[in-house]
């Protein structure tokens, strides 16, 4: 911003250099601008030192002469604009500069001091302790007349946002011209420029208030440092926050919403599992995953924990609500479960959960025992099948290599659930077609995993396999390849006799 004197007497409304056309950012904008004289005698020419033959609007101007506002009947201050320097503010339009209309770039105002002392900024400039060091004082006139230059940047639109903050200076309402972010963005910089503090609220209470495009937002915080801390604040709150763990607590209860709140599971299911596959961080996703994983399993657990070892010293009805509870806690969790491994497979962060599901050799102890009873198959039909598609989905992550176990937990992940497997199998009846076709491929990768172990341990796990046996033999080629394999090996490298 550059400012200076300047020198000559003259009266009328506002000049411009050059005969223009205008065009407005909005309604009061374009009548800021009408009022502009486009047929002056002389050219206004930059730090020039004379102005005459200044012509004063017509009587039909937008904005009444009884506003003040460029009244040079009763103004006391001549103020020049002109296009003077590069913007002040980041923009992404690289022609910014070449976009203004030169015939636009240099405009004469009139105004008066006792308003223009709203900003600070003219405040100081019209101060007795600057005129004393300036001549921006025409003395030669009975009545004493401020002539002030200020140079603004070389942004499109810019003469008219000033002369938008100069028209604001003359009122308390600034509604009618502050109603969208986009000129709020517009004039902030000026009244910042300006230090016009009223007009600074003003911006920053509105925008603060409405919805932001990105576009928007970028030139927002952009803008930021340039405030005061209170207003920044204002602003900052809604893109930042104090806690460091926010978005992790944030995806958290997102996913506990979706699984136990939300009356329609499968879309909220769906969407959550879209943010999670779209989350920046990879390692806060598995943390929060991690822990409902854990969260879930827990209550799995005990409700079967519960339910294998009843406490009858209850009334018998009590006693049976109680274990239908127990098998419904259980399934229902089961079924979060599934969903969070899920989404622990395809974001691949399910190494943890692999690990914790082969060290359960207590949980499927109680989950043995519970299909065991009959009771069950009236009540939760589908446990056995949610608990071996946790499982499948697990066990196949690690036969794929998408999960990379170690030899122990490739070993304990079949040694634990194998049991499982072939109680279902041989016990649940009728087998529902899902639920044979789970069994199958749960049984192809128990196989495969326990290709992968040395042959000592593959001997003792498909020992336990026999029951995959059908009574077609050509029915189970799964099985026959593992035994293939396994004899094929341990025939190949015979181990010397000791």
């Known amino acids: 911003m550059?400012?200076?004197?300047?020198?000559?007497?003259?009266?009328?409304?506002?000049?411009?250099?050059?005969?223009?056309?205008?065009?407005?950012?909005?309604?009061?904008?374009?009548?800021?601008?009408?009022?502009?004289?486009?047929?002056?005698?002389?050219?206004?020419?930059?730090?020039?030192?004379?102005?005459?033959?200044i012509r004063r609007t017509s009587s039909h101007a937008v904005i009444p002469s009884s506003s003040g506002f460029n009244d040079s009947a009763t103004a006391d201050v001549i103020l020049r604009l002109f296009v003077d320097q590069l913007p002040l503010f980041d923009t992404d339009d690289s022609e910014s500069i070449s976009a203004v209309d030169s015939d636009q770039s240099d405009v004469q105002i009139y105004l008066h001091s006792d308003v223009l002392r709203r900003s600070k900024y003219f405040a100081a400039l019209l101060s007795d302790r600057w005129q004393k060091e300036s001549n921006d004082v025409d003395s030669g006139n009975s009545s004493r007349m401020f002539r002030l230059n200020l140079g603004v940047p070389a942004t499109p639109g810019s003469i008219d946002h000033h002369l938008t903050v100069l028209q604001l200076l003359y009122t308390n309402d600034f509604s009618t011209i502050i109603h969208n972010v986009s000129i709020a963005l517009c004039l902030l910089p000026v009244a910042l420029e300006l230090i016009f503090e009223d007009c600074i609220k003003a911006c920053v209470r509105f925008i603060e208030?409405?919805?932001?495009?990105?576009?928007?937002?970028?030139?927002?915080?952009?803008?930021?440092?340039?405030?005061?801390?209170?207003?920044?604040?204002?602003?900052?709150?809604?893109?930042?926050i104090d806690r460091n763990d926010s978005s992790e607590e944030m995806l958290h209860g997102l996913i506990l919403s979706a699984l136990h709140n939300h009356p329609n599971m499968a879309f909220a299911k769906a969407f959550v599992a879209k943010l999670m596959r779209d989350f920046s961080s990879k390692e806060t996703a598995k943390r929060v995953l991690?822990?409902?994983?854990?969260?879930?399993?827990?209550?799995?657990?005990?409700?079967?924990?519960?339910?294998?070892?009843?406490?009858?010293?209850?009334?018998?009805?009590?006693?049976?609500?109680i274990q239908r509870l127990n098998l419904h806690t259980a399934m229902t969790n089961g079924r979060h479960l599934l969903w969070l491994v899920e989404r622990m497979i395809e974001l691949r962060v399910a190494d943890t959960a692999v690990q914790e599901w082969s060290n359960q050799a207590s949980f499927t102890a109680d989950l043995l025992r519970a299909l065991r009873d009959d009771a069950w198959r009236n009540i939760v039909p589908g446990l056995p099948a949610v608990v071996l598609r946790c499982t499948c989905k697990l066990s196949n992550a690690v036969a794929m290599g998408t999960i990379l176990a170690t030899r122990q937990v490739r070993m304990k992940i079949v040694k634990d659930w194998l049991p499982v497997l072939i109680l279902c199998k041989d016990n649940v009846t009728p087998m529902m077609p899902s639920h044979k076709t789970v069994y199958v491929e749960l049984e192809d990768t128990f196989l495969r995993i326990i290709s992968t172990l040395p042959l000592s341990d593959a001997q003792e796990l498909l020992q336990q396999c026999l029951s995959f046996s059908t009574r077609n033999v050509e029915d189970c080629p799964h099985l026959i390849s593992a035994f293939t394999t396994w004899f094929d090996r341990a025939n190949k490298f015979p181990q010397p006799d000791m």
């Open 290 to 321: 991690d822990r409902a994983f854990y969260s879930s399993l827990k209550i799995v657990k005990e409700s079967l924990e519960d339910y294998s070892s009843p406490d009858f010293r209850g009334d018998h009805n009590e006693t049976e609500a």
């Open 2 to 53: 550059t400012v200076g004197g300047g020198g000559g007497g003259g009266a009328g409304g506002v000049t411009s250099g050059k005969k223009r056309q205008r065009v407005g950012s909005n309604s009061r904008l374009s009548s800021t601008i009408a009022i502009i004289d486009s047929r002056p005698d002389n050219t206004l020419t930059e730090r020039s030192q004379k102005t005459s033959g």
């Open 209 to 240: 208030a409405v919805p932001w495009t990105e576009d928007e937002e970028r030139k927002i915080l952009s803008i930021v440092p340039l405030l005061g801390k209170e207003e920044s604040q204002e602003l900052l709150a809604r893109v930042s």
